[in-house]
T-cell receptor, first 115, second 114 residues
Framework: EPEVTQTPSHQVTQMGQEVILRCVPI?????FYWYRQILGQKVEFLVS????????KSEIFDDQFSVERPDGSNFTLKIRSTKLEDSAMYFC?????????????FGPGTRLLVL | AQSVTQLGSHVSVSEGALVLLRCNYS??????LFWYVQYPNQGLQLLLK??????LVKGINGFEAEFKKSETSFHLTKPSAHMSDAAEYFC????????????FGSGTRLQVQP
């Protein structure tokens, strides 16, 4: 069964460093998403991406964040200058169709720790 | 703004007992409603969803949920708990048909006692 994959599973970085989190969505899907979950808090939406541009973003997704689909398979989240409060589990998701209620399929997550 | 409330951050049941996980939402328009499950060290997996039509929705692993508009609820049930059901369960909503962002509840951790 097709699945969303994410690398790395864990990343430790120093405050102020740039990190890139990578995701391979399900191959025929059209929409891609990033969510995050700070320890002990809710899963929060960050951004959605369609047709090579951001289609929706939350107030969390500020200028420190960027997304890119550098090739036909990868979808990345870059945090330009990490802060302590960026420590969280980051989930990538993808959905297949154009309807808003299409199921979003989630990857296993990348746990980011900023020291 | 839409929101989701899951009553009970931890629920413990005995194996074979009824599972009931509660979810209430706030939305000014008919919502799309979802239940996801997260097993340890895994991603979120869709259990079931309600979009339109029949209000009782059946999902995987014997779970079902009923959309009750008058109560703004979408509670998750399973008649008989199994040890393998131990996981964290998240209710989520999309209540603006022009958006795709899922709004999640805070999650309920289900323990199943032998």
């Amino acid at each position: 069964e097709p699945e969303v994959t994410q690398t790395p599973s864990h990343q430790v970085t120093q405050m102020g460093q740039e990190v890139i989190l990578r995701c391979v969505p399900i191959s025929n899907h059209l929409y891609f998403y990033w969510y995050r979950q700070i320890l002990g808090q809710k899963v929060e939406f960050l951004v959605s991406f369609y047709n090579n541009e951001i289609s929706e973003k939350s107030e969390i997704f500020d200028d420190q964040f960027s997304v890119e689909r550098p090739d036909g398979s990868n979808f990345t989240l870059k945090i330009r200058s990490t802060k302590l409060e960026d420590s969280a589990m980051y989930f990538c998701a993808s959905s297949g169709g154009l309807a808003g209620q299409e199921t979003q399929y989630f990857g296993p997550g990348t746990r980011l720790l900023v020291l | 703004a839409q929101s989701v409330t899951q009553l009970g951050s931890h629920v413990s049941v005995s194996e074979g007992a009824l599972v009931l996980l509660r979810c209430n939402y706030s939305s000014s328009v008919p919502p799309y409603l979802f239940w996801y499950v997260q097993y340890p060290n895994q991603g979120l997996q869709l259990l079931l969803k309600y979009t339109t039509g029949a209000t009782l929705v059946k999902g995987i692993n014997g779970f079902e949920a009923e959309f009750k508009k008058s109560e703004t609820s979408f509670h998750l049930t399973k008649p008989s708990a199994h040890m393998s059901d131990a996981a964290e369960y998240f209710c989520a909503v999309i209540s603006d048909t022009g958006r795709r962002a899922l709004t999640f509840g805070s999650g309920t951790r289900l323990q199943v006692q032998p």
